[in-house]
């Protein structure tokens, strides 16, 4: 009998270490495939334009030249499409999070006739394409004057996103009713219950929000080749492509469009890096049953 169960143990040990194995080997292919366009952009960015000429093609550079960082920045003017995006991000993203998490609430917490159609009519919105509306909010743009300003960027966002209201809904029914009513029991109204006790317990969903538009409005070159007419308005989504238009009328420079993909590329990947941690869990818990 102790032999059996020793054998049968055995057995399940390996078949445990082959599918670790199995697994650890799809995540590791997954890994290298993920991550080697980013590496090949940032070795790219480092070769010298003779580099690029050689055959076969080198993956590392023969040696590190920097001068591509310089000479992208300046062909473009990169410091002040910078500034223009990070406002247009900075407002954007508040008025996500304000929208979202009052809707959110809203949804979750406020009895009222038709609550649950009217949610179901709100998450029916994302079934319509972008390239169905984008005539139709150009010309409402057009005639009150809002094209070629920022606003046809910044002020939609706080008409609360449906995906955004989703997630914050979500996390809403992860909350206990017992701390409603003891607030309701101090005296507090709905608003305070909502600014009190539990908007400040959804930091997790309000950072994987944060992250979603700040991502989102980052790298939006379609609205803000759209809307956007001025140079003093330009972002660095159009930046980018201005550099590459100009690398494409003279003569072709790899390095350059890599450099600044590099430069460009990097407010996105420190900002999922800072709030990775509050994104997962924040992702999870919206995926519990509400109560």
Do not use: H
């Not at 809707?103 to 009895?111: A, D, M, P, Q």
């Not at 094209?147 to 992860?174: C, D, E, H, K």
């Not at 759209?226 to 003279?250: E, H």
């Not at 990947?269 to 941690?277: N, R």
Request: hydrophobic letters at 55%; proline letters at 5%; aromatic letters at 16%.
């Amino acid at each position: 009998m102790s032999v059996l169960t020793a054998s049968w143990t055995k057995s399940k040990t390996t078949q445990r270490r082959l599918r670790d194995l199995l697994a650890y080997t799809l995540l590791a292919v997954g890994f290298v495939w993920f991550i080697f366009p980013l590496f090949w952009v940032i070795m790219g960015s480092l070769k010298t334009f003779e580099d690029f000429n050689q055959i076969p093609l080198r993956i590392f550079p023969s040696e590190l030249y920097l001068g591509n960082y310089p000479s992208a920045w300046n062909s473009v003017p990169f410091g002040r499409y910078f500034i223009n995006t990070a406002i247009i991000v900075s407002l954007s993203v508040v008025g996500e999070l304000i929208s979202a998490s009052i809707v959110g609430f809203g949804f979750s917490r406020l009895k009222f006739w038709g609550r649950n159609f009217l949610f179901m009519v709100l998450l029916s919105t994302m079934m319509l394409p972008f390239w169905v509306v984008i005539i139709p909010r150009f010309l409402l743009y057009r005639d009150i004057g809002w094209v070629g300003t920022w606003l046809p960027l910044i002020v939609p966002s706080y008409f609360a996103n449906p995906v955004y209201v989703f997630l914050m809904r979500q996390f809403f029914m992860t909350l206990p009713s017992e701390l409603d009513d003891a607030a309701k029991i101090d005296g507090c109204n709905e608003l305070g219950i909502f600014w009190r006790i539990l908007l400040p317990l959804t930091k997790p969903v309000l950072a994987t929000i944060a992250i979603f538009s700040f991502i989102n409005v980052w790298t939006d070159f379609v609205k803000q080749v759209i809307y956007l007419s001025q140079d003093s308005t330009y972002t660095v989504a159009i930046g980018l492509a201005f550099l590459r238009w100009q690398i494409a009328q003279g003569d072709p420079v790899p390095g350059l469009l890599m450099a600044a993909t590099v430069f460009t590329s990097l407010p996105m990947i420190a900002i999922f890096f800072i709030g990775q941690k509050y994104m997962v869990r924040g992702i999870a818990l919206t995926g519990r049953t509400g109560t």
